[in-house]
């Protein structure tokens, strides 16, 4: 079935760097993709999405790139501040039973140090 | 315009007590989903609704699990005989529309449960 990999599991910074978080994926179909993010206690909120091949998606300095050659939808940010530090996930729409679904990645924790 | 609501946000059971989890969607949102996010992981699909039909709910746990929408608005997941591996956040989302035309999902808070 369709699956979702997200590599690191704990991504820890100095504010001011950048910060690159990656997500893979497996699909049979023409893939949609999302980044959420999860705030401490909060419920987790759209931060990108995108299905066009090799157009680059921004949104609160954030940005993503879907590249379908090499099945990739990596979040990146130029320079990170402490309200970044939150959890990731890397999402899919997934066609299963006969109806869409969005599968999650397993998060990555982001800590942005002072 | 307000957002989802999920109740309660925390729950705390002894092995074999129930427990239920209210959702109010966001309004004019047809479909409702719920999700099992244990500590640390991504969110699992559990059963989702379009309007007061259930669509899915291959992923749910048949036996002690589940769900109802029944005027195709709030939803009540119900958990009996809960065990410690129920431990985990259940959030609710809704949509209008499908999310393979990159519909976006809203997410409730959540309801933490502890099971000891």
């Known amino acids: 079935g369709d699956s979702v990999t997200q590599t690191e599991g704990l991504v820890t910074l100095t504010k001011g760097l950048p910060v690159m978080l990656n997500c893979t994926y497996q699909?049979?179909?023409?893939?949609?993709l999302f980044w959420y993010v999860q705030h401490l206690n909060e419920a987790p909120k759209l931060l990108l999405k995108?299905?066009?091949?090799?157009k680059r998606t921004e949104h609160q300095g954030f940005y993503a790139t879907l590249h379908k050659s090499s099945s990739s939808f990596h979040l990146q940010k130029s320079s990170v501040q402490l309200s970044d530090s939150a959890l990731y996930f890397c999402?899919?729409?997934?066609?299963?039973?006969?109806?869409?679904?969005?599968?999650f990645g397993s998060g990555t924790q982001l800590t942005v140090m002072p | 315009e307000a957002g989802v609501t999920q109740s309660p946000r925390y729950a705390v059971l002894q092995e074999g007590q129930a427990v239920s989890f209210w959702c109010d969607p966001i309004?004019?949102?047809?479909?409702l989903y719920w999700y099992q996010q244990p500590r640390d992981q991504g969110p699992q699909l559990l059963v989702y609704f379009r309007d007061e039909a259930v669509i899915d709910n291959s992923q749910l746990p048949s036996d002690r699990f589940s769900a109802v929408r029944p005027k195709g608005t709030n939803s009540t997941l119900k958990i009996q005989s809960a065990k410690q591996g129920d431990t985990a956040t259940y959030l609710c989302?809704?949509?209008?529309?499908?999310?393979?035309?990159?519909?976006?999902?809203?997410f409730g808070e959540g309801s933490r449960l502890i099971v000891v």
């Open positions: 309004s004019g949102h047809d479909t």
């Open positions: 995108s299905s066009t091949d090799n």
């Open positions: 989302a809704s949509s209008f529309g499908q999310i393979n035309s990159g519909n976006t999902l809203y």
């Open positions: 999402a899919l729409s997934e066609r299963a039973s006969g109806s869409w679904q969005l599968i």
């Open positions: 699909t049979t179909y023409s893939p949609f």
